[in-house]
């Protein structure tokens, strides 16, 4: 069995800080980082979706936590071809535009290969620290089984490189029929980690939980089956809190995956009040 870290897709959500779950003493971003940090492995770094960080804030993570603690950095909207704000790219990057949102086409080539090598160089204290676990590339819904959707995945691995990255698809597309096989195949063939994921079913975005290792590092994010998916409030989207019996079935099939992985990364997305770090602490027990 490989080595399996289980943590949360999130440490400052606001209703997480309102949950109770930081003990009062915990007042500070630095000493709620240090108190998650003692709690569990592994965290993934959701903000960095809605805007790149800098890297005196990497910095500042990397140096508050454990020598062995890892980060799982969500990749920045504009490169997984989300609509991104003007507002989060950087300043002296931004367009003249009258839009709210931007894609890569509306982008001038350079401005777009600058924003590429910032995001990635603002992840340098990570790695130096040996604490940069995967950068987590998770496609639009619009984002299906195309040839030129699977030579974007492996520009962006390339671009990375030899950073690690993590793939995760939102179209049903990928795994309806003999795609499934197929899908499985192109991240085999080019040693990407495939993300499986736990999700409400029955939508264009719905992926079959399908637990698969297509590289040495395997990942696994829980998003709840909240029965209000569509909704534009983030927290109903997530809202969802899983059950023992859940995670116990879980927990069999983690197990699998890990002996055929040799890290896997286990992150719980239900991100409402102290949902996800209930649950994650509760899959660490039943792992154990």
Not at 169 to 181: C, K
């Amino acid at each position: 069995m490989g080595q399996i870290l289980v943590g949360t897709a999130s440490w400052t959500d606001k209703t997480l800080l309102g949950s109770g779950w930081y003990p009062e003493s915990a007042n500070t971003a630095e000493k709620r980082l240090a108190y998650y940090a003692r709690n569990f492995p592994l965290v993934e770094v959701d903000a960095t979706y809605y805007g790149p960080p800098a890297e005196q804030t990497t910095k500042l993570w990397a140096d508050r936590t454990p020598k062995e603690f890892t980060f799982n950095i969500k990749a920045f909207s504009l490169l997984t071809g989300h609509p991104t704000k003007v507002s989060a790219l950087y300043k002296d990057l931004r367009p003249e535009t009258d839009k709210k949102n931007v894609y890569p086409k509306d982008l001038e080539p350079q401005v777009y290969e600058d924003v590429w090598s910032r995001f990635l160089s603002a992840l340098d204290p990570l790695v130096e620290a040996g604490k940069l676990g995967a950068i987590l590339f998770q496609f639009p819904p619009w984002f299906t089984i195309r040839k030129d959707n699977k030579q974007y995945v492996l520009e962006v691995a390339h671009r990375c490189s030899p950073l690690p990255v993590a793939i995760e698809f939102r179209h049903a597309s990928w795994f309806e029929g003999d795609n499934a096989a197929e899908t499985l195949e192109f991240l085999r063939k080019h040693e990407l980690p495939f993300v499986c994921v736990d999700m409400p079913q029955g939508h264009k975005s719905s992926i079959p939980p399908v637990v698969e290792a297509t590289a040495d590092l395997a990942m696994v994010r829980f998003h709840g089956h909240s029965e209000l998916w569509t909704s534009t409030d983030i927290h109903e989207k997530f809202g969802y809190m899983y059950s023992e019996r859940e995670l116990r079935e879980w927990a069999g099939r983690l197990a699998e995956l890990s002996s055929e992985a040799g890290r896997t990364h286990v992150l719980m997305n239900n991100c409402y009040s102290d949902y996800a770090q209930r649950n994650a602490a509760t899959l660490i027990d039943l792992l154990q």
